[in-house]
Nanobody, 114 residues
Framework: QVQLVESGGDLAQPGGSLRLSCVAS???????MGWYRQAPGKEREMVAT???????SYSESVKGRFTISRDNAKNTVYLQMNGLKSSDTAVYYC?????????WGQGTQVTVSS
């Protein structure tokens, strides 16, 4: 069983920045990783993904503002969030896809408000 632990969620002002981290309990080498988010009353949506070879993809709503990266040596994936908007308020979930099996973290709350 793989455990994923997110951190870095916080209250931020519009235009501000946060960096989320997701640490896995096993090696993430070759695993596809990513972040989803779920706002109150809305469905969970993909935010950003990164493949085992480092190819990234982003939702249109965050493209140009968020950056996903990974550090295989630390079993960690990051989500750098800049230019935060109130619409980014949500619980952010990290996932790992390994050999067709998906593992999810418990989520970290991001609130953007003045």
């Amino acid at each position: 069983q793989v455990q994923l632990v997110e951190s870095g969620g916080d209250l931020a002002q519009p235009g501000g920045s946060l960096r989320l981290s997701c640490v896995a309990s096993r090696s993430i080498f070759s695993a596809n990783m990513g972040w989803y988010r779920q706002a109150p009353g809305k469905e969970r949506e993909m935010v950003a993904t990164i493949t085992g070879t480092g190819t990234t993809s982003y939702s249109e709503s965050v493209k140009g503002r968020f950056t996903i990266s990974r550090d295989n040596a630390k079993n960690t994936v990051y989500l750098q969030m800049n230019g935060l908007k109130s619409s980014d308020t949500a619980v952010y979930y990290c996932y790992m896809e390994l050999w067709g099996v998906y593992y999810w973290g418990q989520g970290t709350q991001v609130t953007v408000s003045s």
